[in-house]
């Protein structure tokens, strides 16, 4: 498993120097002088050298790469136009934000979606197959945005069950120690801010979660239909193990690799498509740092907020191998 573990890493090496590479071109792709497109055209000609200077522009090409590559190392993912602030101190509490939703998102997603698939499969053309897998066909096919708007309509203006936007309560916040809010109310001991926080997760959650858990179910379903259908599995049944053991403790480790390649992919697309999402609920989030950088063409903050979501989408694949090699050991071979 060490050995395993050690060729995945090293097989990211190239990977992340590719990835910092592409992320670093999206500057230099911009047409025109980037310079010139930052300020805009009403710039004078010094501002623009200014700016060049500024930004290494006039360095050759390899030189400029190598630096940014040294601070990228450092953890000094440069400055935004915008606010003139550390685009390093600026994105931390707003990974923890995409973090926190990303993660109650799969939990609903991957609860429901593989309850539902070893359900439908066990109990195959009942009728709560056809329903379930009517619901993920639906889940599918619905738009996060027109989802995320009918949930705001019908539980926060029409019932008034839960807020609309935002993390926490406006009136009364939390002072911050781990950005994770969930983790921070916790930690001062306030369980009345904790409930608060979370009632403002269920929402987006929800939204966000709904699309891969009707994947996952679907998932999970053709896998298990497989897996029933093998020799150990009618071993296990003819030495008069109940269905129960069968499913969950037999049966549900196999079925479970291609189901784990879903989660994965989908953790990652969570944690970089959430832009619709965080919009929609006023959610501080990366994915709305990078929409509000694009509004006001903050290069330095897509470029930095675009190399943090393909660190986190590779990391996440990472991991995704070695619970492949935890969960059946002949992968690792």
């Known amino acids: 498993m060490l050995a395993y573990t050690m060729r995945r890493l090293l097989m990211l090496i190239p990977v992340l120097l590719g990835m910092t590479l592409i992320t670093f071109s999206i500057v230099h792709l911009i047409p025109g002088n980037p310079a010139q497109v930052i300020l805009g055209e009403t710039a004078t000609q010094s501002a623009i050298d200014d700016l060049e200077r500024q930004m290494g522009l006039t360095e ?168 029933m259908k093998s020799d150990y599995v009618r071993t296990v049944r003819a030495k008069g193990s109940g269905q129960f053991i069968v499913i969950y403790k037999h049966a549900l480790r196999n079925a479970l690799i291609p189901v784990l390649t879903v989660i994965g992919l989908q953790t990652g697309v969570l944690l970089g498509g959430a832009i619709l999402t965080e919009t929609i609920f006023s959610w501080p989030g990366i994915g709305r740092y990078v929409y509000e950088g694009i509004n006001y063409r903050d290069y330095p903050v897509i470029q930095s907020g675009i190399l943090v979501v393909a660190f986190l989408f590779v990391i996440i694949n990472l991991i995704v191998d070695l619970l492949y090699a935890f969960i059946d050991p002949r992968i690792k071979y």
Request: no cysteine; charged share 15%; glycine share 6%.
């Open 60 to 227: 050759p090409y390899l030189v400029q790469y190598g630096v940014y590559l040294a601070d990228v190392f450092q953890g000094d993912l440069g400055q935004s136009l915008r606010t003139r602030g550390s685009i390093t101190n600026e994105i931390g509490p707003r990974i923890a934000a995409t973090f926190e939703l990303t993660f109650f998102a799969m939990l609903w997603a991957v609860f429901v979606g593989i309850n539902a698939g070893i359900i439908s499969a066990w109990r195959q053309n009942s009728w709560f197959d056809f329903l379930a897998m009517f619901f993920a066909l639906v889940g599918v096919s619905m738009p996060i945005f027109w989802l995320a708007l009918m949930e705001q309509w019908l539980f926060a203006q029409e019932l008034g069950w839960l807020p609309a936007y935002g993390r926490q309560s406006s009136v009364d916040p939390i002072e911050p120690i781990t950005y994770f809010f969930v983790i921070d109310s916790i930690l001062h001991m306030e369980f009345d801010r904790l409930v608060t926080v979370l009632r403002h997760l269920v929402l987006p959650a929800i939204a966000l979660g709904t699309i891969p858990m009707a994947i996952i179910a679907r998932m999970t379903r053709s896998s298990m239909l497989e897996v």
